[in-house]
């Protein structure tokens, strides 16, 4: 079989699965070859190999399950990096690099900052900083050791030295220093949220789902932030759509100021910033 007649089939089968179903065949296929996607169409002829094909066919089943392209090819791009990542963490979003564009809008780029990022999982915001600030010291703290090593072989890929790893329940376990940013997106889909039903069902429930209707890990993080950082420090959360009426009264009922809401491509209401 051949590689056109390969994506035809293959193609056909995804279309109930996935609402880009020639994209995934494509992805997988070139995964199996170690070739870019280009090389499948300028090869469209070659004949593949029995034991090609069956590897190829084995990862098709997983996507049909609806497990996601990123945990099956076991990376994802965010911002400008290729991040290793397998089912120990959360899938990096597109909309999760507004955080990143944030930070390295309203921080000053020529100061030796100290930054943590909370719940760092596969350390997607953590190394992009680092990356983008290499005078900035990046603190990366995660409770699950599992992602912890993920982001430290992600940090190790990318020669980044300005970065260090904690294991910490959010702010309970972090260095006694104070802070000049903390930004994290924890956890904040509700325990009855009916996309828990979808592709999301791979992800580690313990990254996506807050008791208190998505709320409860950000309340904490709210609360435990005043005392790391430095007078006037930032506080940065990702959280959902339609939490932000909410969450800003609550970080106005913890003394915060300058509160400032800001959207993701789609429009969203998806981060809040907030001064101590």
Known sequence: MNIKTLLKLSTKKLACTTITPQLDAELLLAHVLKKERSYLYSHYDLELISETINHFEQLLEQRLTGKPIAYILQHKEFWTLDLIINEDVLIPRPETE?????????????????????????????????????????????????????????????????????????????????????????????EDDPHLKNSIKFEPSSALIAKKHGLEDIITIITQAKNKLHDKGLLMLEHGYNQGNTIKKLLAANDYQHITQYQDLAGLDRVLCATK
Do not use: H, M
């Open 98 to 190: 507004l955080l990143v564009e944030l930070a390295l809008k309203l921080l000053p780029a020529n100061l030796n900052l100290n930054i943590v990022d909370l719940g760092t999982g596969s350390g997607a915001i953590a190394l992009a900083l680092a990356k983008e600030r290499p005078n900035w010291l990046i603190t990366a703290a995660d409770n699950s050791d599992k992602a912890l090593l993920i982001a430290q072989k992600n940090a190790q890929n990318f020669n980044l030295t300005n970065i260090r790893f904690i294991s910490s329940d959010w702010c309970l376990k972090l260095p006694p220093n104070k802070f000049d940013a903390i930004i994290a997106n924890p956890p904040y889909i509700a």
